[in-house]
């Protein structure tokens, strides 16, 4: 029990951190992206589960955000998420507008 403890803390850190780059990026729609340059798709994975879920969501979407922002992305059209179950993997399409 001791030892998650202490990782907990680590956990929360890594998550709670915005890094300021990923904030340099537009979250969009289709419709917004419509006249700019597709750049390609993009992924993140969520690094905790269950009562951190969002947390792990959170990170999962930055670490999109950074995937689009090497590729030269000004704006990311994440796919909808599923209804009703666990989601495994946060996926999108960068954009250069």
């Given amino acids: 029990m001791r030892r998650y403890l202490v990782l907990l803390p680590t956990v929360l850190a890594a998550c709670a951190q915005p890094a300021a780059q990923v904030q340099t990026i537009r979250e969009a729609t289709a419709q917004q992206v419509s ?3 597709e750049l390609g798709r993009v992924a993140g994975v969520p690094g905790v589960y269950g009562p951190f879920a969002e947390f ?3 990170d ?3 670490a999109a955000k950074r995937a689009a922002i090497e590729q030269g992305a000004t704006d990311i ?3 909808p998420a599923p209804q009703n179950e666990t989601q495994y993997r946060v996926s999108g399409t960068a954009y250069r507008c």
């Fill in 60 to 62: 999962a979407r930055n």
């Fill in 77 to 79: 059209v994440f796919d």
């Fill in 35 to 37: 006249n700019c340059s």
């Fill in 56 to 58: 792990g969501l959170k």
